[in-house]
């Protein structure tokens, strides 16, 4: 999928395949005694584990994704916790990419359980066959309890909001097309569209844009000056059938930096929490836009003008700011011992100033992690939840409590992009 343009798209030939429940229908399909029973995959399933997929009948107890073992055993005793199980979901994922691959030259895995076709430069093809044939095939040959929703629209977005919606009809299919955006759209409120969080519903409202059908109408340059740039017009773009949703992002680096009072700078503690505070909101800013850094830097500047310069590489891709403020300490300490100096955090620094770049889109990790969890939330936002209920490491922790086979699978099952060409071909 490569072709952006500012080119109104006419005809509904953009698929998005989003699995059902996937990491627990995964479960159910090799499992019959789960099967019609309230399961829920944990990444751990002691009384910490943070349940990440429900089944429709977890779901219909009212239980949450996201939520701790703890609380959902508490109010729900028949609830079935299963332990993740990355490989399986893994599996059936390349096997299901594969069929795809056999009604479409371009299909883009977007995470672990959804995927984009896009059937624009096939035009002897019928998207709303294809689709039907596409649900009957996956569970006819990968798994009988295996469904998904399928949207078709003029653009990757629409395809997305379309399976969002076809999961509520019955044949979990729908296409949007010129002739019934709007009355896909008159129902929704702000925060149904995919990447609407609350702060800019809140932001829209203020401006008078109180529907998704009023922000489909509202002109670009409106758009744009409530985003406050260029993602406005993008979202115009995305309402009016233009694809977008390959931009590659104009970021090239992203910095944080803070000056320290005299005062302030008396408090080791103080210039330490300010050094993670740095760190959280890069983290914060890379989750927003699915990005993760390749190479980051460091700089330190105090009283007498003078100022200490690290800039270094990842080899694996870094998003958290516990990775960003380990390796940081950790060539900040071999430096301080190789030349024996004073400490590089000490009470006469002025400004620090932590930068991130060479940006990989880390698009699914966090998808995939909390494959489940409600749309309406952005996941990001559930994370961070997460992060200040049980304290910012709480996360990682609870991967960590298992063995470390499993943190490291659960690592390699977050980006589809872990799988090479070659795991798609049968
Ligand atoms: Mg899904």
């Given at each position: 999928?490569?072709?952006?343009?500012?080119?109104?798209?006419?005809?509904?030939?953009?698929?998005?395949?989003?699995?059902?429940?996937?990491?627990?229908?995964?479960?159910?399909?090799?499992?019959?005694?789960?099967?019609?029973?309230?399961?829920?995959?944990?990444?751990?399933?002691?009384?910490?584990?943070?349940?990440?997929?429900l089944?429709?009948?977890?779901?219909?107890?009212?239980?949450?994704?996201?939520?701790?073992?703890?609380?959902?055993?508490?109010i729900?005793?028949?609830?079935?916790?299963?332990?993740s199980?990355?490989?399986?979901?893994?599996?059936?994922?390349?096997?299901?990419?594969?069929?795809?691959q056999?009604?479409?030259?371009?299909?883009?895995?977007?995470?672990?359980?959804?995927?984009?076709?896009?059937?624009?430069?096939?035009?002897?093809?019928?998207?709303?066959?294809?689709?039907?044939?596409?649900?009957?095939?996956?569970?006819?040959?990968?798994?009988?309890?295996?469904?998904?929703?399928?949207?078709?629209?003029?653009?990757?977005?629409?395809?997305?909001?379309?399976?969002?919606?076809?999961?509520?009809?019955?044949?979990?299919?729908?296409?949007?097309?010129?002739?019934?955006?709007?009355?896909v759209?008159?129902?929704?409120?702000?925060?149904?569209?995919?990447?609407?969080?609350?702060?800019?519903?809140?932001r829209?409202?203020?401006?008078?844009?109180?529907?998704?059908?009023?922000?489909?109408?509202?002109?670009?340059?409106?758009?744009?000056?409530?985003?406050?740039?260029?993602?406005?017009?993008?979202?115009?773009?995305?309402?009016?059938?233009?694809?977008?949703?390959?931009?590659?992002?104009?970021?090239?680096?992203?910095?944080?930096?803070?000056?320290?009072?005299?005062?302030?700078?008396?408090?080791?503690?103080?210039?330490?929490?300010?050094?993670?505070?740095?760190?959280?909101?890069?983290?914060?800013?890379?989750?927003?836009?699915?990005?993760?850094?390749?190479?980051?830097?460091f700089?330190?500047?105090?009283?007498?003008?003078?100022?200490?310069?690290?800039?270094?590489?990842?080899?694996?891709?870094v998003?958290d700011?516990?990775?960003?403020?380990?390796?940081?300490?950790?060539?900040?300490?071999?430096?301080?011992?190789?030349?024996?100096?004073?400490?590089?955090?000490?009470?006469?620094?002025?400004?620090?100033?932590?930068?991130?770049?060479?940006?990989?889109?880390?698009?699914?990790?966090?998808?995939?992690?909390?494959?489940?969890?409600?749309?309406?939330?952005?996941?990001?936002?559930?994370?961070?939840?997460?992060?200040?209920?049980?304290?910012?490491?709480?996360?990682?922790?609870?991967?960590?409590m298992?063995?470390?086979?499993?943190?490291?699978?659960?690592?390699?099952?977050?980006?589809?992009?872990?799988?090479?060409?070659?795991?798609?071909?049968?």
């Amino acid at each position: 999928m490569n072709q952006n343009s500012v080119v109104i798209k006419k005809d509904s030939r953009v698929l998005f395949v989003d699995m059902d429940s996937f990491f627990a229908r995964c479960e159910q399909q090799v499992n019959y005694w789960l099967r019609n029973r309230p399961v829920g995959v944990c990444v751990y399933t002691g009384k910490y584990g943070c349940v990440i997929s429900l089944s429709k009948e977890a779901k219909a107890l009212g239980i949450r994704a996201g939520t701790r073992l703890n609380d959902v055993m508490a109010i729900c005793p028949e609830f079935i916790p299963v332990e993740s199980n990355p490989a399986r979901y893994r599996a059936y994922h390349t096997k299901i990419i594969n069929i795809l691959q056999e009604y479409a030259l371009d299909v883009v895995p977007k995470s672990i359980d959804e995927a984009i076709i896009n059937l624009s430069n096939q035009k002897d093809t019928d998207p709303l066959t294809i689709a039907k044939q596409i649900k009957k095939d996956i569970l006819e040959r990968v798994g009988d309890w295996l469904t998904c929703s399928i949207g078709i629209a003029p653009n990757a977005f629409l395809a997305k909001l379309a399976s969002v919606r076809g999961k509520k009809l019955p044949e979990g299919l729908l296409m949007i097309t010129h002739e019934n955006i709007d009355e896909v759209l008159r129902p929704l409120k702000l925060g149904d569209l995919p990447g609407i969080g609350g702060n800019m519903s809140y932001r829209l409202e203020r401006a008078g844009i109180m529907t998704p059908l009023d922000m489909r109408h509202a002109g670009p340059h409106k758009l744009k000056a409530i985003f406050k740039g260029i993602e406005g017009i993008f979202w115009h773009y995305r309402l009016n059938f233009i694809e977008t949703n390959i931009v590659s992002h104009e970021y090239r680096g992203m910095q944080a930096m803070r000056q320290i009072s005299a005062e302030k700078r008396q408090n080791i503690a103080y210039i330490d929490q300010l050094f993670m505070t740095l760190c959280l909101t890069l983290e914060k800013r890379m989750v927003k836009h699915k990005f993760r850094c390749k190479a980051i830097g460091f700089t330190a500047r105090y009283a007498d003008d003078t100022r200490w310069d690290d800039a270094f590489t990842t080899t694996t891709p870094v998003q958290d700011a516990i990775s960003m403020m380990n390796m940081i300490k950790l060539r900040i300490e071999k430096f301080q011992q190789m030349m024996n100096c004073s400490p590089i955090f000490n009470n006469e620094i002025t400004q620090m100033r932590v930068s991130v770049t060479n940006f990989v889109d880390s698009g699914s990790m966090i998808y995939s992690l909390f494959e489940d969890i409600d749309k309406k939330e952005t996941v990001f936002k559930t994370m961070h939840d997460i992060k200040s209920r049980f304290g910012s490491d709480k996360l990682i922790r609870a991967v960590e409590m298992t063995d470390g086979q499993v943190i490291k699978d659960v690592i390699g099952f977050g980006s589809v992009k872990d799988l090479s060409e070659l795991d798609y071909k049968t």
